[in-house]
């Protein structure tokens, strides 16, 4: 029964994603949720140690945010913005004590409102940045940047072959993180840090090669 659970809430998760998509396809990058796998390997950055909350953007239906708080992020320090209506409600009824905010996150300060000055351990991102200019990627990772610690990382998921936000065009290092194959469609991490990025000492399997 634990099996065929899981089957429907993956199968109602996609459903739910689809629609998603349909309504909004600029703000939703595929017609399908992360794998677990993605999942997973994006939430290995956090460091749950650090007495520091979490920064979510473009949680979807929570697939990346259950991974997040499998990754011993207490609830209450997981804060998730997310753009869509239909997803914020999907997130506020899966995960109750998750600070789940309806808004912007090209625009923080607006969103965060009073949490605007919060610093956070790290950030999860899957926003689909291609769907967006390039000058208007590079002032989000900029802008995130400034709202996490020297050497953390934003780390950024995307379905091309190529950063979605350019190297030497800001303030930033561009890192590739991993390739997944068990996604559809594959896909490649990404990591942005002011200087070298510093991850925790279990992140599983070294990560790639500095992109110059």
Known sequence: MTSLRKFAERFDDEVKFFKGWISKPRAVGSIVPTSVTTARRMASIIDPNSNLPVLELGPGTGV???????????????????YAPEFVAHLKQQFPRVNVIHGDAFNLDDTLGELRGTTFDSVVSGVPLLNFPTEQ?????????????????????????????????????????????RNIPPTTLWLYSKGAPVLPLNTKRPIGKVVH
């Open 137 to 181: 990627r590079i002032r989000y990772v900029e802008g995130v940047l400034s709202r996490i610690p020297q050497g953390r990382p934003i780390v950024q998921l995307t379905y091309g072959p190529r950063s979605p936000v350019p190297p030497q065009r800001g303030d930033y290092r561009v890192t590739r993180f991993d390739f997944i194959l």
């Open 64 to 82: 990346i945010t259950r991974a997040i708080l499998e990754r011993g992020v207490k609830p209450e320090n997981l804060f998730c913005i997310e």
